[in-house]
């Protein structure tokens, strides 16, 4: 996979809050993309003590904004390492890390935020068992999940760039 295309898909996926003219955040990239995997991997095993209680329609969006913000970053790290392609199997690993992240913030969840954030989830892990990752998230599964999260996450005062 190329690696424009990973990019472009990072940027589709993080740009879909600009159709609400909501500002994009941005995200320092770590210095190594194997650092970056190794300690996305780690997080996302590890159990947090709020996925357990009901959470709030703000704390969920706090969490998937986590979320986002790790796949941003892993996009950044890929594209200053000067690769120019993305081996799928990479692609994989982020969009199901991504979708490990989302599911972690969604337990104990139950409103229509966690409902569109799961519909993001199974849209992530779709796209990660197609042979181009990069164009099966491309769908409208996903712009639809998208901004519907931003939607019901400006609602909650919590700015989200899916």
Same mark, same amino acid.
């Given at each position: 996979m190329r690696l424009a295309s990973v990019v472009l898909l990072g940027v589709s996926l993080m740009g879909l809050a600009a159709c609400g003219d909501e500002a994009a955040t941005e995200v320092a990239a770590p210095a190594a993309a194997t650092?970056?995997?190794?300690?996305?991997?780690?997080? /996302?095993? #590890?159990?947090? =003590?709020? &996925?357990?209680?009901?959470?709030?329609?703000?704390?969920?969006? !706090?969490e998937a904004n986590k979320a986002v913000d790790a796949f941003k970053t892993a996009i950044l790290t890929l594209a200053q390492s000067g690769a120019e392609e993305i081996a799928p199997a990479d692609a994989k690993a982020m969009l199901e890390d991504f979708a490990a992240k989302l599911t972690t913030a969604t337990e104990g969840a139950d409103s229509e935020i966690a409902t569109a954030i799961k519909a993001q989830i199974a /849209?992530? #892990?779709?796209? =990660?068992? &197609?042979?181009?990752?990069?164009?099966?998230?491309?769908?409208? !599964?996903?712009?639809?999940?998208?901004?519907?999260?931003?939607?019901?996450?400006?609602?909650?005062?919590?700015?989200?760039?899916?």
């Amino acid at each position: 996979m190329r690696l424009a295309s990973v990019v472009l898909l990072g940027v589709s996926l993080m740009g879909l809050a600009a159709c609400g003219d909501e500002a994009a955040t941005e995200v320092a990239a770590p210095a190594a993309a194997t650092t970056a995997s190794a300690t996305a991997a780690t997080s /996302a095993a #590890e159990p947090t =003590a709020t &996925a357990v209680a009901s959470k709030t329609d703000k704390e969920l969006c !706090e969490e998937a904004n986590k979320a986002v913000d790790a796949f941003k970053t892993a996009i950044l790290t890929l594209a200053q390492s000067g690769a120019e392609e993305i081996a799928p199997a990479d692609a994989k690993a982020m969009l199901e890390d991504f979708a490990a992240k989302l599911t972690t913030a969604t337990e104990g969840a139950d409103s229509e935020i966690a409902t569109a954030i799961k519909a993001q989830i199974a /849209a992530s #892990e779709k796209a =990660a068992k &197609a042979a181009d990752p990069a164009a099966a998230l491309d769908s409208e !599964e996903t712009a639809k999940s998208s901004k519907e999260i931003n939607a019901g996450c400006k609602k909650a005062g919590v700015t989200t760039n899916f």
